[in-house]
């Protein structure tokens, strides 16, 4: 399959095309939403799905596998920062603190695009090690962590009255929802191994595939509403969002091949250090950085890169792999 | 049955300030509040509520009037110019004093 | 199988038993109710499923096959209410206001019905054209706009103060969430065809009876709730309730014969101008003509005509297109 | 900190009647309302807010007095013989008055 | 248009207090009452509303004031040994006063 | 399988492992909850999938074999609470009101406990008698009214002004929300049989083990907020929560051996005896008898009784069948 049959396969598949509906029912001002609770249960079933069969596979290949990789990817979430953050500084001529929060997003990672990218290598075939589910878990708070003090740093004096402290942060960045459901699930998985699986396989991988197609159509609601404030961040931050998963991606693939991956699990790599937080980090940036605008790092993150990597990314950074291993 | 005049403070916000807000009321001093999703729009647009990251919530807390222009004084200096937010205070009246 | 044997198959499956449970379950005041969040988690699931299963049955079948029958469909949907507006005007003395809004709803389709039926035919092997979902979608609006403007002809000089005008009206028939999302995922449907339908199979196709019966568990709570209101509706539309689908309901089977349809494919069109909405037609209605007494439409709609139809108006539909063929 | 009298206006009603509701606080001139979906008892019966399409809502907006009673006014003559309703106002204080 | 004071008596309780709560509402003559989920914080520990046996209400309900008073009586005699609950008044102005 | 493997199944099955992850969740003050409406639905989901398929299973094995089990758990359950309170009031110098409030609740049953249960059997392939459910249904009555019975008789002066009377706790106890469901869709399934079952078999049962595991992981959060109390309960509760369901295991055990049960239906009984409500219960006691101190009933039931069922409890009456049978 060529490139651009692959990415033909990409938007065509039912997951993105829902996305693609999601969006119109935004921009049509369709009364069309999914109710709050029906939100979070789709993103508890999605996280805890994909956590436990991480865990699985993490019990079948051995630790020994895991470690190098996961720690790498935590390593990579920690620098991305360090090289976005004078980027956007200097290059977007952004304030200090919006600098440091655009940089936490872009950092940490966004475990629906992860989920989606599993689910494309899946549909055409391609198989990975599906034990990356470890990096998705260590890569999303690092980020936050670095990008919280980045931005402490550059607002030490009007930050301290209100805006909780990087303790709280810290707190968030661990316990938070999401990186506790995957963790929490990663190890429950290791320790049910094949046999829990078995139990739990028709409610949590037969209908994977089609809960994701559902989700993101919510996706595409969420993101679409965000489509308006594109005029407000400027065109450094639109270049921004596009480019920047560009080159984390391929760092991602490097990386991936570097620590003994294979082609698909550094395409994995690869979409997990492109893609950008929408979830997990807001919520501990709005926290601790509270001075930082949000319309500049939820509109680039969400309705910029997210949609960016749904779309054309995840083809894109499975061809940089497979010329990186050919 | 006798009645005690008390202010009833409402607190209109993004959900992602529920922490620092909760935690600025037991600074102040009150006893205990009440909290519920709310689906808002004002200055900043509409926040429709549909997922929980981005939504609002309404926050209701009863206080002396003393911890009432207390609570407004730091949400005024410290909050507004941060948060999607509205507050306001109004009179009620309950019936036990002492547990305010 | 006989007529008698059908309506009792219909009458014992699990998803007319589990709407007569609720049913029970409103008289008895029991507190069992669905939150609302999965009640409209479980409208999304049934509109999404039903709306991608025709996108692709009509993706498989080509546009050829479809467009005829549709557009009689439509049109059968938009006359309906010119025939039984007079009927409940001067045989039913109502208000003006009031019958333009009841035949708005007879006009205009439930969903549910319809899903309910597809079942049923599956349950007793009666194969039909799956791109039938195409007619319910197309059937749900006209008849609300022509309710509209006929309440409005009627109420000219009072209606134009608060009630929103014949355009909002025309945006809730189009735009409104059960229709946009019928529409919209009979499109992806058919972009994403039989290759699509085989990832989200396990989710949208297999487990559907299921849930269908789950929900109709919630529709007999509301349907039961709304049974005391019976009284206040009079004997005129209590008989209107039953005959009218009847009428209707044979007009549907004949159009889907001379339309070409097969008997299943004819069945359903008559499952659909038999029914009448409670859920688009109520939201249009209620904004565009808010004069009208939604005690009248409401209670005729989902306390009479929904239960009669999916309890006996299936059988007796599936009766008259097997005699039409025979 | 200073505060500033406002009215609070209290609407609940029949889910249906949100569209016409909310465009009638931007006719008056409103700046921004909270809404929540709401149970309620009263004279038309129990509504209990399973189906969104029967379900009851809260509004509230906080808007100064003359356009309360404006409000108040065209809420009275329009909507009150065609929705299920029930308004109220009562007395606030804000801090930042040209918000409302 | 001419508006009529009344009281608007707010009572925040545990929500397995429903039922008998809101047959005081009718016994003491109200005509309705509004009812939603809140999560709340008191004396008696964090109420996080995820299990709806555990959750607490917030009902609001508009009475004359003589009715108000009855009620604030009954229920700090008969209800706030028992219940989990918080309750007070306030002044609101209403329409259709024959309503209430 | 001896013991100590059995038990060691039990703690590392998926359902355990996600409410012991539940219960990390609430110690560790994690943000993780789920919304009320996705809990009310997961409880609705598996009353109904229980319920029906053991009214699909009662219709296959006959009510004649079914009543005299069915009445000797009814018994049993309304028995109960007459042994226990003189216990509590006694032994462990509760106050009368206290006593018959906890009497209450271990009179009465947890169907989540049972449905462990059921899945545990399952899970190590000891056959069981699956219209079991009917057990279910009819304990969870009885003993709540002997329950308020008790405590109305010890507070017949104070209780009359606000409490509710034993007419309401009556209509609570049988039209109450999950004996309702419970009751209805048994019933609903034995007019269903095995016809209707194929229909939404794929829903209600392919997927069941795994929706449980979700369930239990919300489960732990609850009761792991609760575990704060434990101190508040004091030390004679904190035996009283272990010691009784063992004894109540071990009566329901022979009992159901008495009334011709095999293994897996005894140890079924069983487990309904050992289990103590926290949802039924405690919404009827907390209206008919609201002087009693929900802290003392809830915590026992719920952070001592529960955890114990679901972690030891199940494996030690089996066992307890087995020696039993042997
Ligand atoms: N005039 C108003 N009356 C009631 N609520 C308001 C008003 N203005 C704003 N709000 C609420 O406060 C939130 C934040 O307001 P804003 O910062 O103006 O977007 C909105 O989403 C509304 O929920
Ligand atoms: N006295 C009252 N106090 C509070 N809310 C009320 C009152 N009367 C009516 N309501 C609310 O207003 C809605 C419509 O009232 P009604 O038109 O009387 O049925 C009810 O469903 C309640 O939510
Ligand atoms: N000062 C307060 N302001 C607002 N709501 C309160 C306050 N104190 C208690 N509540 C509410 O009343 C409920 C019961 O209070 P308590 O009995 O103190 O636990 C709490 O869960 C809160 O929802
Ligand atoms: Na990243
Ligand atoms: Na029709
Ligand atoms: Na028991």
Redesign the pocket.
Known sequence: MDFLEAIRANLLSPAVLFFVLGLIAALTKSDLKFPEPLYVGLTIYLLVAIGFKGGVAIAEAGIAKVWLPALAAMALGALIPLWTYPLLRFGGKLSAVDAAAIAAHYGSVSAVTFIAATNYLKAINQPFESYATAFLAVMESPAILVGVVLGKLATKTAGEKSGASIKTAMHEAIFGRSIFLLVGTLVVGALSGEVGMKKVEPFFVTPFQGVLALFLLEMGIVAGRRLEDLKKVGAFLLAFGVVVPLINGALGVCLGKLTGLGLGGATLMGVLSASASYIAAPAAIRTSLPDANPTLYLTSSLAITFPFNITLGIPIYLEIARRLYS | MRTHPMK?VTIVCEAHAKVVVTHLLSEVG??????FAVEGDGSRGKRPADIPEFANIQI????PPAVAEQLLEKLGNDFFPRYAMVAFESEVRVLRKE??
């Open positions: 009833l009150a006893h205990g509040y009440t909290l209701e807390v009863i206080v547990k305010f």
